[in-house]
T-cell receptor, first 117, second 114 residues
Framework: GAVVSQHPSRVICKSGTSVKIECRSLDFQATTMFWYRQFPKQSLMLMATSNEGSKATYEQGVEKDKFLINHASLTLSTLTVTSAHPEDSSFYIC?????????????FGQGTRLTVV | AQTVTQSQPEMSVQEAETVTLSCTYDTSESDYYLFWYKQPPSRQMILVIRQEAYKQQNATENRFSVNFQKAAKSFSLKISDSQLGDAAMYFCAYRLNTGNQFYFGTGTSLTVIP
């Protein structure tokens, strides 16, 4: 299957700083990428959907000024957590959809564990 | 509203035995796709199996098979000959053919007992 690479896998940052997480589709073009947040032993919560070259669509309750998403190319989307606080500590997962006719699935990155201290 | 329900937060199975994980969903649409994803301790989400709603035949991938009941909006996953490596969180998900968004269930934690 297609490969999605997410970096970094773990990051610890100080409160008030910003952190950037990268999501790359390595062997396919991803016109749509998704960013999820996952709390321990819970399901994936969709934060936003990003389409290449356009603004991301944020889910209700997700602060777009805090979670900046950029999808500048068909293989790269970034999530920047600005002015991070301890409550932003979580596991963040990206996924990308390969456009291959109507029968498409989502491929996931390895996830990023963010700890804000 | 599109919802996916997994009523079994935890399941266990003896190694080499068979286990079935339940999933129901709610949609008014008729054209969609259903998925089972596995999330092992590494947290990497892995596609296990996929089913197109327009197909009556149940999907099968080696030891994994589904029981798709469209009228009942049910999509269960059967794991045969369970192996220790099957231990993971399993998420049921679905996506409308006309949309991009995936809707995930709350997950079932599967333990495989040696």
């Amino acid at each position: 299957g297609a490969v999605v690479s997410q970096h970094p896998s773990r990051v610890i940052c100080k409160s008030g700083t910003s952190v950037k997480i990268e999501c790359r589709s390595l062997d396919f073009q991803a016109t749509t990428m998704f960013w999820y947040r996952q709390f321990p032993k819970q399901s994936l919560m969709l934060m936003a959907t990003s389409n290449e070259g356009s603004k991301a669509t944020y889910e209700q309750g997700v602060e777009k000024d805090k979670f900046l998403i950029n999808h500048a190319s068909l293989t790269l989307s970034t999530l920047t957590v600005t002015s991070a606080h301890p409550e932003d500590s979580s596991f963040y997962i990206c996924s990308a959809r390969e456009q291959r006719g109507p029968n498409t699935e989502a491929f996931f990155g390895q996830g990023t564990r963010l700890t804000v201290v | 509203a599109q919802t996916v329900t997994q009523s079994q937060p935890e399941m266990s199975v003896q190694e080499a035995e068979t286990v079935t994980l339940s999933c129901t969903y709610d949609t008014s649409e008729s054209d969609y796709y259903l998925f089972w994803y596995k999330q092992p301790p590494s947290r990497q989400m892995i596609l296990v199996i996929r089913q197109e709603a327009y197909k009556q035949q149940n999907a099968t991938e080696n030891r994994f098979s589904v029981n798709f009941q469209k009228a009942a909006k049910s999509f269960s996953l059967k794991i045969s000959d369970s192996q220790l490596g099957d231990a993971a969180m399993y998420f049921c998900a679905y996506r409308l053919n006309t949309g991009n968004q995936f809707y995930f269930g709350t997950g079932t934690s599967l333990t495989v007992i040696p």
